[in-house]
C-alpha cells in the first residue's frame, strides 16, 4: 500500500541540540548555497539521483526533484547550548569554515542564538559552560525543552519541527529499569532518576509533541523501549545513533567489498587523531566508552564471524581516538588491516584518511531533517531503519541485526523512496531484460 504524504506547506524548523562544530558547519552550508555561493556536495537528498523503472527507460531523477522534501529556502535553524555563543561565534571558534565565508553570512549566522542547554555534568565531564536551564526536576526541565520547541514554531511561522542532536557524546550507560515503559520513564523523571541523561530529556518532549528526533551522537537516547513507545504512540519518527562519517564511513564502504570476495581477514586496527571540542570530550574515558562500542559493532555485522569463523572467525578489530589539538577538525585516521587470501596467503591494507570530520557530517544532517521531515509527513512513526545509512549504530527493532554494508543500506533508502512514491522497486535481478531479448528474437 503506498502510504498518502502530506503535501510540503509552510516551513520546516529544523532544531538542533548543540551548536557546535558539525551544527555550525550544517547551518553556514546551507545559507551559503540558498546565496548560491556554495554547493551542497555530500548530500544525497540535494545532489543525489535515484533510477526508476527499468534500465532501458533512462529515467534518473534527482531526489529532490523525485520526492517532495522540504525546500532548503523555506528551513528556520535554531538550537540549545550549554554555551551561549551564537552560531557566529561557535562557527568560528569550531574553525572548520573559512572565516572569510563565515563573514559573508554572519548577519544570518549571528541570528541564531542558542536556547539554555539542559545539562548534567555528570554526563560530560569536560565541559562547563553556563547556558544552561535550572529546574527542580528533570520533569520541568523536559516541559521547558517542550516551551522552547513551540514558542521556536510559533516566532519562526513554522508548520513543521524536527531535532537533530548534534550534540556532544554522553558518558556511556545501558538500557535499565526507568528506560522500560512510559510511566517508569515519566516517574524517572519526576524523581530525578540518574538514570535519565540531557539527550533523553530533549527526545522525550520531542516526542511528546510528535516532533521526529534523530540522534547524531552514540548515546543510548531515543533507543529505549520507553521513547520507541512514546514514538509510536504519538506517530513520531525516531532514528539513530550516531552519524556515520571519517574512518567507519570507509569501514563500512571496504569490508563489504573484502567479504563479497570471500577474503579473510585477521585484523584491523583503527587509530585517529582529532582535535576539535568533540576530541576533547572523548577523551574522558566514559565517553570514548560510549563511541567505541558504536565503532567497534560494524565489523562484526558485516563479516559475520558466527558464518564465516575460517575468514573472520580470529579477527582482531581495535579502535582508538586520540585528543591532539594541532589537528583541530581536520581528523586524520590511519587503519592496518590484515586480510588473507587463497590458500591462506596474507595481505596488507594501509589507509590514511585525512578528512574533514564536520565537512563529512554536514550534509548527513541536513538530510536526515529532511527524510524525518518527510517520513512524518507519510505516517511512518517508530524507529526509521531505512535510514541507517547515515547511522555509524543503526537502531533497530529488538531482535533484528542492523545491517552496516552501506551499499545494502543505500538500496533500502532508494527502495523506500520508490515506495513511497508508487514506483516499482528495484530487485537487480535483470533476468527479465534476456527474457524480452528471447521472446523478441
Ligand atoms: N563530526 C563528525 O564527523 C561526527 C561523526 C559522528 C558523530 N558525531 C557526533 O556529533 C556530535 C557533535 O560533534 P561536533 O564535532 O559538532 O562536537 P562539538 O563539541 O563541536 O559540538 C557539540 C556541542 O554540543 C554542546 N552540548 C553538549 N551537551 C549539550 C546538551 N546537553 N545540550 C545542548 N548542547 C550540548 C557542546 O557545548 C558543543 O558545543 C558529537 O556527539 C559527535 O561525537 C560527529
Redesign the pocket.
Same mark, same amino acid.
Given at each position: 500500500m503506498q502510504p498518502h504524504i502530506q503535501t510540503v506547506e509552510g516551513k520546516l524548523g529544523i532544531l538542533l541540540?548543540?551548536?557546535?562544530?558539525?551544527?555550525?558547519?550544517m547551518i553556514a552550508g546551507v545559507i551559503a548555497v540558498k546565496k548560491g555561493i556554495a554547493q551542497p556536495i555530500g548530500s544525497l537528498t540535494q545532489m543525489g539521483s535515484i533510477r526508476l523503472g527499468k534500465r532501458t527507460e533512462n529515467r534518473y531523477p534527482l531526489i529532490k526533484d523525485f520526492v517532495p522534501l522540504a525546500h532548503i529556502n523555506d528551513i528556520a535553524f535554531g538550537?540549545?547550548?550549554?554555551?551561549a555563543d551564537n552560531v557566529y561565534e561557535?562557527a568560528l571558534n569550531?574553525k572548520v569554515l573559512e572565516p572569510g565565508l563565515l563573514l559573508s553570512i554572519k548577519p544570518e549566522l549571528e541570528a541564531i542564538v542558542?536556547m539554555k542547554?539542559?545539562?548534567?555534568k555528570s554526563?560530560?565531564k569536560n565541559?562547563d559552560?553556563n547556558n544552561v536551564k535550572k529546574a527542580a526536576t528533570k520533569f520541568e526541565l523536559a516541559t521547558a525543552v517542550m516551551d522552547d520547541i513551540e514558542n521556536f514554531r510559533d516566532a519562526n511561522n513554522c508548520s513543521r519541527i524536527v531535532i537533530v542532536?548534534?550534540?556532544?557524546?554522553?558518558k556511556y550507560i545501558e538500557e535499565s529499569a526507568v528506560h522500560q515503559t512510559i510511566e517508569s520513564f515519566e516517574e524517572g523523571l519526576r524523581n530525578n532518576d540518574p538514570a535519565i541523561s540531557?539527550?533523553m530529556i530533549?527526545a522525550y518532549a520531542a516526542l511528546h509533541l510528535g516532533v521526529p528526533f534523530a540522534n547524531?551522537?552514540?548515546?543510548l537516547t531515543c533507543d529505549i523501549p520507553a521513547l520507541i513507545q512514546l514514538a509510536k504512540e504519538t506517530d513520531t519518527p525516531i532514528g539513530g545513533k550516531?552519524?556515520?562519517?571519517?574512518q567507519t564511513l570507509m569501514k563500512t564502504i571496504l569490508a563489504p567489498g573484502l567479504h563479497a570476495r570471500a577474503l579473510g581477514i585477521r585484523g584491523w586496527f583503527s587509530t585517529n587523531i582529532l582535535g576539535?571540542?568533540?576530541g576533547?570530550?572523548?577523551d574522558e574515558p566514559e565517553n570514548f566508552k560510549t +563511541?567505541e562500542v558504536s565503532k567497534l559493532s560494524v565489523l562484526d555485522d558485516i563479516l559475520r564471524p558466527d558464518i564465516n569463523p575460517e575468514l573472520y572467525g580470529d579477527l582482531y578489530h581495535k579502535v582508538r581516538i586520540n585528543y591532539y589539538p594541532p589537528h583541530g577538525?581536520n +581528523?586524520e585516521s590511519w587503519d592496518n588491516i590484515d586480510i588473507f587470501g587463497w590458500l591462506g596467503y596474507p595481505m596488507q591494507i594501509k589507509i590514511n584518511f585525512l578528512c574533514r570530520?564536520?565537512i563529512?557530517?554536514a550534509p548527513i544532517v541536513l538530510d536526515l531533517a529532511l527524510l524525518m521531515d518527510l517520513a512524518k509527513r507519510s505516517h511512518m512513526s517508530g524507529i526509521q531503519e531505512w535510514l541507517s545509512f547515515y547511522f +555509524?549504530s543503526p537502531q533497530t527493532a529488538t531482535g533484528l541485526r542492523p545491517e552496516h554494508d552501506i551499499f545494502k543500506q543505500l538500496i533500502k533508502l532508494q527502495n523506500t523512496l520508490r515506495h513511497l512514491m508508487g514506483e516499482d522497486l528495484i530487485t537487480h535481478l535483470g533476468l527479465d531484460y534476456y527474457q524480452d531479448l528471447v521472446e523478441a528474437l
Open positions: 541540540p548543540g551548536l557546535g562544530a558539525v551544527a555550525t558547519t538550537g540549545w547550548d550549554v554555551y561557535s569550531a542558542p542547554a539542559v545539562f548534567d554526563y560530560i565541559l559552560g542532536w548534534c550534540g556532544s557524546t554522553e540531557p539527550s530533549y547524531g551522537a552514540p548515546n550516531d552519524f556515520k562519517t571519517g576539535n571540542r568533540d576533547w570530550v572523548l +563511541k577538525d +581528523k570530520d564536520s563529512l557530517a +555509524k
